[in-house]
């Protein structure tokens, strides 16, 4: 079974080891592409060629975060690239079966059952009032605070078979969602625990200083993102959030919109 996870990364050097050996450790290369890193995201990814990765692809970035662009070489990749299974995920995010199985043995048995795709509920783990500050080098233990964000279902199907799907699209839902006629759904829903930025000094230098183009913006693309200020960034009390100290994920009450993003835009956010 031949898995592939598509990282497109900027500045990503706090998590990508940590994204590249989950992956390893589920059966699933990591192809990154590297949208011009300033910091050692493309250094410590390369480290791992042939050993979790599979290639390091630079793609150019100009003043503005493309994502359509982006969104559109992941898409060219598959279609030159035959493999059983493809992921389009990001840096920060760890995804897994709600199984004890690997992220391959769950695809593979996903196949079996004649689905082709996957959807992933998300399950965003964020620093609090009491928590506020984590490291790159602990976050994933010392962030067990967290909350269910789903504004819309399916939240995300970015896993699938392009072999079975050869009409896929995931551009026109700005990569959260797979268009396509042949698309057979599998009913269990898989988990991602996304780590969106470690402190609120994280946040900012993540966030300000992302611009978007005016075509995304038309799109409703970046909705909450696109309006975010130094005051936007609240960090709650872990009174109010799940914690994952208290057993498995909590399925049940999702969000629709991020509260560390501040009172919610009148459309939900979408990426």
């Known amino acids: 079974m031949d898995v592939v996870a598509l990282i497109a990364a900027y500045n990503e050097e706090h ?34 060629l042939g050993r979790g990765v599979r290639d390091v692809l630079t793609v150019q970035r100009g003043e503005f975060f493309e994502l359509e662009r982006l969104l559109g070489v992941k898409s060219a990749w598959v279609r030159n690239n035959p493999v059983d299974w493809v992921m389009h995920a990001d840096a920060d995010e760890i995804r897994e079966p709600r199984t004890h199985e690997t992220l391959c043995e769950a695809f593979l048995r996903v196949a079996r059952q004649g689905y082709n795709a996957v959807n992933f509920l998300e399950f965003t783990f964020v620093p609090t009032a009491e928590e506020p500050v984590h490291e790159p080098d602990s976050y994933l233990e010392t962030m067990r605070h967290y909350y269910h964000f789903g504004p819309a279902y399916p939240r995300q199907i970015k ?97 629709t919109h991020h509260p560390v993003f501040g009172a919610p835009t009148p459309d939900p956010e979408t990426t």
């Open 159 to 255: 896993a699938w078979m392009p072999h079975r799907l050869p009409d896929f699209d995931i551009t026109s839902s700005a990569g959260h969602l797979i268009d396509s006629e042949h698309l057979a759904l599998c009913p269990e829903d898989f988990a991602m625990r996304h780590y969106i930025f470690l402190s609120r000094a994280h946040a900012e230098r993540k966030y300000l200083t992302r611009k978007h183009p005016r075509s995304a913006i038309d799109k409703g693309w970046h909705s909450t993102r696109h309006q975010l200020t130094r005051e936007s960034f609240v960090l709650p009390s872990c009174r109010s959030l799940c914690c994952i100290d208290d057993g498995p994920l909590d399925y049940t009450n999702p969000l």
């Open 15 to 48: 998590c990508i080891e940590n994204c590249i050996q989950h992956h390893a450790a589920h059966g699933v290369d990591v192809v990154l592409f590297d949208n011009e890193s300033t910091d050692d995201t493309g250094t410590i990814a390369r480290h791992y």
